[in-house]
């Protein structure tokens, strides 16, 4: 719902439509998600070197994963980043509308999660997206050295901040049209 709180619903693994993801997966291929489904993101899911289009009115449940013993709290990154590697670049597009905002959320109320980080030549689209209960462990979007070319940031909003908003340490900056992030 937009302009309101929305709540994850409990996780039922007999429902099609609540797909898991995270765990430490990278993604293997490029995918386009399906907005009628719940994405139950567990961990961190690494989109590597492919492109992850979200359409808009998806809603992402982000939480740990309870398998793992890590707390890393929900979190999608853009760049699957190993020390001493090139970086391998694909590109997060989060295609929200002002009628149907994708929602992320915390897997329960009490709860909280990291969010988004972006890195080193990103070609991420991060528009009319709601987020509630993040920055938990670091920034709800971490936005690190970019060279070229720039994300774009537009419509972000953060409810129910845990900890730490929006971290922008850039060379050159976010694209021209980003816009309205509160």
């Known amino acids: 719902t ?9 996780y039922d693994q007999n429902n099609s439509h609540h797909v898991v993801r995270g765990s430490g997966e990278t993604l293997t291929h490029d995918e386009t998600w399906d907005a009628s489904n719940v994405y139950f993101i567990l ?21 740990d994963d309870p398998a793992s013993g ?21 590109s997060l597009k ?22 988004i980080e ?16 993040a920055g938990a462990q670091g920034p709800a979007i971490d936005v690190t050295d970019f060279d070229s070319p720039a994300p774009v940031l537009q419509h972000v909003k953060l409810q129910d901040l845990v900890k730490y908003g929006i971290k922008l340490s850039l060379k050159a900056g976010l694209d021209p049209s980003s816009t309205d992030l509160q």
């Open 2 to 10: 937009t302009g309101s709180t929305w709540f994850c619903p409990p």
């Open 43 to 63: 961990g961190e899911l690494q989109v590597g070197s492919k492109n992850l289009t979200i359409p808009a009115g998806t809603k992402l449940c982000m939480g």
């Open 70 to 90: 890590v707390r890393s709290a929900g979190l999608i990154r853009e760049t699957d980043f190993i020390p001493g590697t090139p970086p391998t670049v694909g």
């Open 94 to 115: 989060m295609n929200g509308t002002a009628a149907q905002p994708i929602v992320m959320a915390s897997l329960s109320p009490s709860d909280s999660f990291q969010g």
């Open 118 to 133: 972006l890195a080193n030549y990103s070609q991420a689209i991060i528009q009319n997206v709601e987020m509630h209960r």
